[in-house]
């Protein structure tokens, strides 16, 4: 059933994955399939030049796809980028609708906001309007960008991933596979990144822009594990003490919920009651003064950790497996 708090959520996880589609479509474009960069690599003692002339930088997924098949089909034909940009359009629509076929309702629903988005964006920031930024993006050393660039694909992704939605592209396959076969997804995307790597030297891409490759996939995926961990983090809390009634209370009254549990001291022998609880990163100090207000010789441990889901916290049906 349809109610209005549903509608809401839709709407509001809507503008989140728009927003990733945004960031991830800027990254690609600015920092991959339209950079025309100029890596210099030697000056001789004749002052000649030798250097390496980027048309576009290796990434994974559809966008290193695209350069890869560019670069096979259609290198010398004029307006390269925009042929990158339908490449990367028609590979998101094409896989969408296999994803939709053999993963179903869930993942076309979870998925087709930012299908129809991204390559939208794409053609965005091709409009002459940002010529001047795309100037300024060709001035950062590729390297560099490729760092930029895997960060924001990350960040992009991270934000999508957060709120149950999907980028598709190149990570269907793998999870059509995964959904026949028990193999891992992590060990089925290895091989796919395996693959884009061999067509990379098939496409006459040199190791120097393979290893550039190599390292905006490790920023992107840094920076996706780094998004979906912000803002998830919490504390465990082990509290023994003689006041616990008390210190249980001040901790209900901060809607945080509680276990009592039987210990035994190991070398006084004595019974105790120990208060088990978790809290949010917000409620980590409101925690301590609980307790020294009430038992300033309390015994308290917290440690830290990440992705608590149930009440409270993350709605587990929500989590994405990426």
Not at 152 to 179: E, Q
Not at 209 to 224: D, H, N, P, Q, R
Request: net charge neutral; hydrophobic share 45%; aromatic share 12%.
């Amino acid at each position: 059933m349809i109610t209005q708090n549903s509608i809401k959520k839709f709407i509001k996880e809507s503008l989140v994955i728009i927003l990733g589609s945004l960031i991830l479509a800027f990254s690609i474009s600015f920092c991959f399939i339209n950079y025309k960069g100029i890596h210099i690599f030697n000056i001789n003692e004749n002052n000649e030049i030798s250097y390496i002339t980027f048309n576009g930088i290796l990434t994974g997924g559809t966008s290193g796809f695209s350069l890869i098949i560019r670069n096979l089909f259609f290198l010398n034909i004029e307006n390269g980028g925009m042929i990158t940009e339908n490449i990367i359009s028609i590979c998101t629509v094409v896989l969408f609708i296999i994803g939709a076929l053999f993963l179903g309702k869930k993942f076309a629903i979870h998925t087709l906001v930012s299908t129809i988005t991204f390559p939208i964006f794409i053609y965005l920031f091709r409009l002459h309007i940002f010529d001047s930024l795309h100037s300024q993006f060709d001035r950062f050393d590729p390297i560099l960008c490729a760092i930029i660039g895997g960060i924001l694909m990350g960040v992009g992704c991270g934000i999508t991933y957060k709120v149950g939605g999907s980028t598709g592209g190149f990570d269907v396959p793998g999870m059509i596979i995964n959904k026949y076969s028990r193999i891992k997804l992590s060990i089925l995307f290895f091989i796919q990144d395996g693959i884009l790597v061999a067509l990379a030297f098939i496409a006459k891409f040199s190791l120097y822009e393979i290893f550039i490759g190599l390292i905006s996939v490790i920023s992107y995926s840094s920076a996706v594990e780094l998004v979906q961990r912000l803002g998830n983090e919490a504390y465990f809390c082990d509290i023994i003490s003689d006041h616990w009634e008390e210190i249980n209370k001040e901790i209900l009254a901060l809607d945080r919920g509680t276990t009592i549990v039987d210990v035994i001291g190991g070398y006084t022998n004595t019974p105790r009651k120990m208060i088990k609880t978790m809290v949010g990163k917000n409620q980590y100090l409101d925690i301590l003064d609980v307790v020294k207000k009430i038992d300033p010789t309390a015994f308290i441990s917290m440690s830290k950790t990440h992705d608590v889901f149930g009440e409270g916290y993350i709605d587990l049906s929500s989590f994405s497996n990426k």
